[in-house]
């Protein structure tokens, strides 16, 4: 677990402002995602990328902006942050073998004022 | 889309007691159905999972099963005891890499 990291942890910033919250591992994982957990919806994808240079959206994919420039890292960005974005936010990787089996960082706490 | 529908929200059992909880699948495609346990501040960490082609597998004290023709997938948890207290989460691979959760169960194991 300590192969993919999230900072920063915690995060106020205030509505309107661009947020950056970034991901790395060192796993050499193929595949990574962004998920944000909310109460009463469990973890719901965002975006996820294959391999550097190419992006998906997931299922709630509105007001983020991804990128993957090296296969290690994967930040998302909130261009102008709204209180609903408020949430915890959990970066994933897995190995292209087992593209399935998902490991997940620490988690990003935000709090959207 | 892929809609993961889990059931209970909430269950509590004794020490020793089993612990079930299910959860169902919209997408006749789906074909991977893992298992994260949550505990309280922690990220979520897979337990067991279980591919199409397989109906049941265990891992000690804990097993999946899943009925394709229903649609519908379990987690039991047998001999329960309390650091087995957590959220417990289902998930349904949908259209490949898109992965959908279930919202959640709150497992309490009484000592």
């Known amino acids: 677990d300590a192969g993919i990291t999230q900072s920063p942890r915690y995060k106020i910033t205030e509505t309107g402002r661009q947020v950056t919250l970034m991901c790395h591992q060192t796993?050499?994982?193929?595949?990574m995602f962004w998920y944000r957990q909310d109460l009463g919806h469990g973890l719901r994808l965002i975006y996820y990328s294959a391999a550097a240079d190419i992006t998906d959206k997931g299922e709630v994919p509105d007001g983020y902006v991804v990128s993957r420039s090296k296969t290690e890292n994967f930040p998302l960005t909130l261009e102008s942050a709204t209180r609903s974005q408020t949430s915890v936010y959990f970066c994933a990787s897995s190995d292209q073998g087992t593209k399935e089996t998902q490991y997940f960082g620490p988690g990003t706490r935000l709090l959207v004022l | 889309g892929e809609n993961v529908e889990q059931h209970p929200s909430t269950l509590s059992v004794q020490e020793g007691d089993s612990a079930v909880i299910k959860c169902t699948y919209s997408?006749?495609?789906?074909?991977?159905f893992p298992w994260y346990k949550q505990e309280l501040g922690k990220r979520p960490q897979l337990i067991i999972d279980?591919?199409?082609?397989?109906g049941e597998k265990k891992d000690q004290r804990i097993a999946v099963t899943l009925n394709k023709t229903a649609k519908h997938f379990s987690l039991h948890i047998t001999e329960t005891q309390p650091e087995d207290s957590a959220v417990y989460f289902c998930a349904a691979i949908y259209n490949n890499n898109d992965m959908r959760f279930g919202a959640g169960t709150r497992l309490t194991v009484k000592p």
């Open positions: 796993w050499s994982h193929s595949y």
């Open positions: 279980i591919r199409s082609n397989v």
């Open positions: 997408d006749s495609a789906s074909n991977y």
